[in-house]
């Protein structure tokens, strides 16, 4: 195995390193925004063989490729065929911010009003944090390696009043994977004026590597879901999931109930179960019991956001092609005092891991 350097700078998204193949690294142009700056694509492969793409533009999750119960990988998510399609829209697997989900009618710290210029003219709400968010951005990088782990860490700079957001902002998204076969996503945030920030990762899966995923099984450690508006936006109630649609606690198919969500499908967040674990904690198993392929989702925020494509229609992905788990801040928190604040004022960190253990049902 090739002795890697502890730290391979890239200030400005150029990896700075003698050699472009690395042992379980690799890194490589994917192409050029319209200014002319480099995009580069990254590929993190572990022992296992498990192997994953991730992209400075938009910090964004390209493809995770994993085996199934036969030794035969294929890529779980769906993926952008290039940056191309990247650049064109969608958020496949992107970091969005500042604030993930939905936020209605902008929001008031300490009495000042803050108005959100990509709310949607007819509904006021705000999705994503507007259509020059995080996605959106190109981040600078810096990878490390070890015999344990190889990690790349995507850092922004977020200035004050971007997509109406008081605060210049900086934030870092950090993938690791390990030989453990577990993809860790750590988010971390500073800012030096009050501000809202909620990050997550929208990423959509599918363990069988094509089709729908109604036929996944699911068990999730959550005890409510949010009361939603006509415009998707929380009410503040949350209401119990026990012998409803919404009812993951014990393991049964996507596909059981999906065609009785008014909404065409989940569209929803969930309350997870408080676990006295200070680190992120284990709240969802899928499970394709085709293939075996099985993920695990560990958090250490208090929402996560399932969402079941009910809009693809088959060009590329078909209808409920994959599902989303974006673990988060609650929608519309800036406007609901009873939800968990994600107001961050200077002096504070904002800090929030996600992980993705993957492995195999025989």
């Known amino acids: 195995m090739r002795t890697l ?142 015999k344990e782990a190889t990690s790349v860490e995507f850092q922004l700079y977020s200035p004050d009043g971007h997509e109406g957001f008081p605060g210049t902002v900086n934030v870092s998204a950090t993938y690791t994977l390990t030989e453990s076969n577990e993809l860790i996503i750590a988010y971390q945030g500073e800012t030096d004026k009050p501000t809202h920030l909620n990050l997550t990762n929208h990423a959509y899966f599918n363990l069988a590597g094509r089709g729908d995923v109604l036929k996944h099984e699911l068990q999730m450690q959550a005890s409510g879901v949010l009361e939603l508006d006509d415009r998707k936006v929380p009410t503040g109630k949350i209401l119990p999931v026990a012998n409803t649609a919404f009812d993951f606690r014990t393991r049964k198919p996507i596909g059981r109930d999906i065609e009785s969500i008014e909404t065409g499908g989940y569209d929803h967040c969930f309350k997870i179960i408080s ?4 680190g992120p904690h284990k709240f969802a198993r899928l499970v394709d019991p085709h293939s075996g392929r099985t993920m695990d989702v560990h958090t250490t925020k208090p929402g996560v956001q399932i969402y079941t494509a009910n809009h693809f229609k088959g060009n590329p992905f078909p209808h409920w092609g994959g599902i989303c788990f974006e673990t988060q801040y609650y929608p519309d928190a800036p406007n609901q005092p009873g939800f968990d604040t994600s107001l961050l004022r200077p002096g504070e960190v904002y800090r929030h891991i996600t992980k993705f253990v993957f492995g195999v049902e025989y």
């Open 275 to 278: 676990s006295s674990n200070p």
């Open 5 to 146: 350097p502890k730290i391979l700078a890239l200030a400005t998204g150029i990896l700075v390193t003698s050699a472009s193949v690395l042992a379980d690294m690799t890194a490589e142009t994917w192409g050029n925004l319209s200014d002319g700056r480099e995009v580069r694509l990254f590929t993190l492969t572990n022992q296992a063989g498990t192997r994953v793409q991730i992209s400075n533009y938009g910090a964004l999750l390209v493809s995770v490729e994993t085996k199934d119960r036969e030794g035969k990988l294929a890529n779980i998510t769906l993926s952008y065929d290039g940056l191309k399609e990247a650049l064109a829209g969608g958020v496949y697997g992107s970091v969005v911010g500042r604030f993930a989900n939905r936020i209605s009618d902008g929001f008031t710290i300490d009495g000042t009003r803050y108005d959100l210029p990509s709310a949607n003219p007819k509904t006021l709400v705000t999705i994503h944090g507007g259509k020059t968010g995080f996605q959106r951005q190109l981040w600078t990088t810096t990878a490390t390696q070890d």
